[in-house]
């Protein structure tokens, strides 16, 4: 059975810095792609990084300018995302999510067919 447990949220003024991590189990070989998703109430949940465990290839909401960072180990099977210069706009509840699926964009919600229960991110100002 595939669990994913996300950890690491938590409160934080604008400018700071907090480090998710997502800790995987139960995924089959085939479920190369992790990716981190937030949403904030009143608006859909939307992809800000992925990954894939193979290569080791990252994917970025564009308008992040580099703010975040996504990166795996895979000897712990953990997912991580590095947030800095935090903005009140990041506040939103982050989810980790697996898929196994190719050739869909690694974006996309309908890509990932596992998700965690979500750990909330507060930025005030």
């Known amino acids: 059975q595939v669990q994913l447990v996300e950890s690491g949220g938590g409160s934080v003024q604008a400018g700071g810095s907090l480090r998710l991590s997502c800790a995987a189990s139960g995924l089959a070989v085939s479920t190369d792609t992790m990716g981190w998703f937030r949403q904030a109430p009143g608006k859909e949940r939307e992809c800000v990084a992925a990954i894939t465990w193979s290569a080791g290839s990252t994917f970025y909401k564009t308008a992040l300018n580099g703010r975040f960072t996504i990166s795996r180990d895979n000897a712990k099977n953990t997912v991580f995302l590095q947030m800095n210069s935090l903005k009140p706009e990041d506040t939103a509840v982050y989810y980790c999510?697996?898929?196994?699926?190719?050739?869909?964009?690694?974006?996309?919600?309908?890509?990932?067919?596992?998700w965690g229960q979500g750990t909330q991110v507060t930025v005030s100002s």
């Open positions: 999510a697996a898929s196994n699926k190719i050739g869909l964009s690694v974006m996309l919600t309908k890509t990932y067919d596992y």
